[in-house]
Structures are given as structure tokens and as C-alpha cells.
């Protein structure tokens, strides 16, 4: 099912390509694919020699790592790609003067999980007047560049409000624990999930929604607050993984663990734990390290076969396929696959 997931995107981007030497790559690839596995695809390395790529990460955390893990993974196994790993400290003038720095560097790829999708835009424009190809990971950019690769935000949030909905017996009030505005997976997180609510669950009902900044420890203090305003919460959404378990936290102190549904979002190793000891409700788990290979995967072809950002018309966009995890089926998921 991964490897359709990619076929069909490297077909979508390569729709795009105005250059007849874009599409004989692109259509090499594909054949490749049908064959066996993209970690092995056998590129024209001949054409990559001294390729520059960059990962500019928003801020170092267990997602954007093994995002960097399953692009090295790919990039590993082509001759002469340098690849380094960049920290953009959870700022956008940070991010904005590292693309600057490395476009002047004449990087040939930057992957990206923008801190603000507006205000990075012109450095995306900047760097595809050089030619240099943009994956942006998980948080989109208002310019347009090569391809997106996201987590499934709404949808997947619709269903984790279905299922959350279900183990409340489809009734009672739920608190959100939310990311601070601005970013539109917050938007798209918390969309989905209502949206879901009203259609699978009309009897439950949303009582609270205040900003933990993505924070276990501020959501400790959030939800410790929220349940003196409203002592009848059964269930907690919390928009990432870190701020679920801050809800953990406290009902696990309050004796509440049995009497609360709680569910995160991302799926990371400690809440996939948490699961399994049944304190966790349930996430929606994204194999991030595959995420990471999709991305490398695009910037390797398009790099080999010597193709600019000048010759994509249109971006590329894939979402991610994901498991909602819960007691019942978090054992579907490999050890070597958390992260």
C-alpha cells in the first residue's frame, strides 16, 4: 500500500515536468518501483555527482528525526549526495536565514517543515529562481515548489473523533488541548476532529479548547485547570502526542484514568507505549520514517535526472496513510517502525 502511495504521487509530479529529460527519469523510477523496493532504486547516479541536499527541521523532536532518519535511509544508497540536517529553534527568521545561507551555498534540495507557511514563502520563491527543488514535510508554505508530503491532519482527525466517540459510549464533553494559532496543521487537526464529532457523535459535546503549546508539561497545567472549570470531562483530544500524555499525567495523579477517554495525534513511541499499559486511549500513528524515504525518494530522481524547480509547474502532494492506534490494534504496529 506504501509503495501505490508513491507510485501515484511520482506520477502526479511528474505530470509537471516540462522537460522530456524530467520524464525519462521519472518514468524510470516508476519502473523501478513496480520491481522492487525504492531503497534500492537504481538511479543514474552518474548524474548526482556533488548533489547538495538540506533538511531544515522547525525544531528538533522525535517527528523531524525520524523524518531525517528515513531520508538518510534513501540517500544513503545514492554516490555523492551530501546531506546535512539543519536546526531551525522553532524560528522563522532562523529557518529564513538558513535557506538563505544554502541557496547561496547552491544547495540543490531543501526539505523543509516550515515554522510559519506564509513567511517563509519568499525564501522558497528565492531558492526556485535558482533552481533548487522544495519538499516542504507536514507543514505546507504558501509558495509554491516541488512537492508536499503531509500526515493525514483532517481526515485523520475525523476519524479519531470517530473512534474516540465510540469509547465514550457516544456521549459526554471533551476538552481539546491545542497547538498555539497560526500553523494550519492545528487547524486542520482540530477541524477534523470537530467535524468528525458532529457527524459521528452529535451527543457529545466540545466544552474546552485552550492552547498547551504542543507541550506535555503545559498540558498538565491546562487540563489541571480545565477539570476544576468543568469536573465532567470524559474525554480529552489532544492535538499532538505530548499534549495527550500531559492529560495522562493528571488523571493518572487524579485517579480519573478509568473514568476519561484520552487520545493524542502523531503516533510517536511513548504514546504507542502508553497504549499498551492502558493509559492512552489511542493517536493516529504515521510511519514517519517512511515519510521521510517518500521525500528522498522524489528529491533523488529529480536530482539524478539533473531537474530544476523551474520545471515543475505544479506541486506534488501526498498524504500519508495512517493507523488509528488503540488498544486493539497498536499491536499492528512493528517495533522497528516506532519512533
Not at 544513503?76 to 546535512?84: F, L, N, R, T
Not at 534540495?109 to 533548487?132: E, N
Not at 459510549?169 to 458532529?198: E, H, S, Y
Not at 459535546?205 to 491546562?222: C, F, G, L, P, Y
Request: charged share 20%; proline share 2%; glycine share 8%.
Amino acid at each position: 500500500m506504501d509503495l501505490k502511495y508513491l507510485i501515484k504521487t511520482i506520477q502526479s509530479v511528474a505530470k509537471n515536468y516540462r522537460s522530456n529529460s524530467g520524464k525519462k527519469v521519472i518514468s524510470s523510477l516508476l519502473k523501478t518501483c513496480v520491481v522492487g523496493s525504492f531503497l534500492s532504486i537504481g538511479l543514474n547516479t552518474a548524474n548526482a555527482a556533488e548533489k547538495k541536499m538540506v533538511f531544515i527541521q522547525f525544531q528538533p523532536h522525535t517527528v523531524s528525526l525520524a523524518w531525517s532518519k528515513g531520508i538518510e535511509e534513501v540517500l544513503s544508497v545514492q554516490d555523492d549526495i551530501d546531506y546535512q540536517l539543519l536546526d531551525g529553534q522553532g524560528k522563522v527568521d532562523v529557518q529564513i536565514n538558513l535557506m538563505n545561507t544554502v541557496i547561496n551555498q547552491g544547495v540543490d534540495t531543501i526539505f523543509i517543515q516550515p515554522v510559519d507557511s506564509v513567511a517563509i514563502s519568499p525564501a522558497i520563491k528565492k531558492a526556485k529562481r535558482k533552481g533548487i527543488v522544495v519538499i516542504t514535510l507536514n507543514i505546507n508554505a504558501t509558495a509554491k515548489h516541488a512537492a508536499h508530503i503531509e500526515m493525514n491532519h483532517y481526515f485523520g482527525a475525523r476519524q479519531i473523533a470517530k473512534v474516540m466517540g465510540e469509547k465514550m459510549g457516544g456521549v459526554g464533553k471533551v476538552a481539546i488541548l491545542n497547538a498555539p494559532p497560526g500553523i494550519i496543521i492545528r487547524d486542520q487537526r482540530t477541524n477534523g476532529f470537530i467535524d468528525g464529532m458532529k457527524e459521528y457523535h452529535p451527543n457529545i459535546k466540545i466544552i474546552a479548547n485552550q492552547v498547551a503549546d504542543w507541550s506535555r508539561k503545559k498540558a498538565q497545567d491546562v487540563f489541571s485547570t480545565m477539570l476544576i472549570a468543568n469536573p465532567g470531562i470524559s474525554g480529552v483530544y489532544g492535538i499532538n502526542d505530548s499534549m495527550a500524555l500531559g492529560a495522562v499525567d493528571v488523571a493518572k495523579a487524579k485517579g480519573l484514568l478509568d473514568q476519561i477517554v484520552i487520545f493524542g495525534n502523531d503516533g510517536e513511541r511513548d504514546a504507542l507505549e502508553s497504549i499498551e499499559r492502558g493509559e492512552l486511549s489511542g493517536t493516529q500513528y504515521t510511519d514517519v520514517y517512511q515519510q521521510g524515504r517518500y521525500a528522498a525518494s522524489i528529491a533523488s530522481v529529480l536530482a539524478t535526472g539533473n531537474v530544476d524547480a523551474d520545471d515543475i509547474k505544479e506541486q506534488g502532494h501526498l498524504l500519508m496513510p495512517y493507523i488509528i492506534a488503540t488498544k486493539e490494534t497498536v499491536a499492528d504496529i512493528k517495533i522497528e517502525q516506532r519512533w
